[in-house]
């Protein structure tokens, strides 16, 4: 059974620094999706992707996050300048085209910013 | 603006006996509702949806969840508990944005006693 997948499973970078978390959709989705969890909160949407642009975000994706489709499989989302508040799961998903599909989520990575 | 509650941080139930998590919805038009379970440290897994059509809906490992249009409920019940079901459950509903993204409750701890 097709899958998301994310890597990696855990990162722990220095606050300040860059960090970039990857996704691999299911392969005939079309939506795509950032979406994390702070230890012990609920799941809160970031930002959907689109034919290559992005079609909403929320306000916690600010001008220090970006997401990138850089080839036909990944999907990537850039932290420019780590906060510590920036730890948490992140979650991506995807979906089909149809407007009753179901989004699917990767396994999460896990982001420690010290 | 479309939202979910769920009223129970945490529902114990011993194995074998059935189970309930509640969750009710507030939408605008027609509800597309979700539930997902994240086992410890695991990304979610999508258990079951309801769209349209039967108001019982039946998904993974057991799970049925019934649509109730005039108490805006959509609960998520097993006949029979294991101790393997003891995860974190989410109810979600899908904004009718154009991006249509997964907007979940706050989450519902099951614990399952042996």
């Known amino acids: 059974e097709p899958e998301v997948t994310q890597t990696p499973s855990h990162q722990v970078t220095q606050m300040g620094q860059e960090v970039i978390l990857r996704c691999v959709p299911i392969?005939?989705?079309?939506?795509f999706y950032w979406y994390r969890q702070i230890l012990g909160q609920k799941v809160e949407f970031l930002v959907s992707?689109?034919?290559?642009?992005?079609?909403?975000k929320s306000e916690i994706f600010d001008d220090q996050f970006s997401v990138e489709r850089p080839d036909g499989s990944n999907f990537t989302l850039k932290i420019r300048s780590t906060k510590l508040e920036d730890s948490a799961m992140y979650f991506c998903?995807?979906?089909?085209?149809?407007?009753?599909?179901?989004?699917?989520f990767g396994p999460g990575t896990r982001l420690l910013v010290l | 603006a479309q939202s979910v509650a769920q009223p129970e941080d945490q529902v114990n139930v011993a194995e074998g006996n059935p189970l309930t998590v509640k969750c009710t919805y507030s939408?605008?038009?027609?509800?597309?509702l979700f539930w997902y379970v994240q086992y410890p440290n695991r990304g979610l897994q999508f258990l079951l949806k309801?769209?349209?059509?039967?108001?019982l809906v039946k998904g993974s490992y057991g799970f049925e969840a019934e649509f109730n249009k005039s108490q805006t409920s959509f609960h998520l019940k097993k006949p029979s508990a294991l101790v393997s079901d003891s995860a974190l459950y989410f109810c979600?509903?899908?904004?009718?944005?154009?991006?249509?993204?997964?907007?979940f409750g706050s989450g519902t701890r099951l614990s399952i006693r042996p």
């Open positions: 998903a995807s979906r089909g085209a149809g407007g009753t599909e179901t989004q699917y």
């Open positions: 392969s005939n989705h079309l939506y």
């Open positions: 992707f689109y034919n290559n642009e992005i079609s909403e």
């Open positions: 939408v605008s038009g027609n509800p597309y």
């Open positions: 309801y769209i349209t059509g039967d108001n």
């Open positions: 979600a509903v899908r904004d009718l944005s154009s991006a249509s993204k997964i907007i």
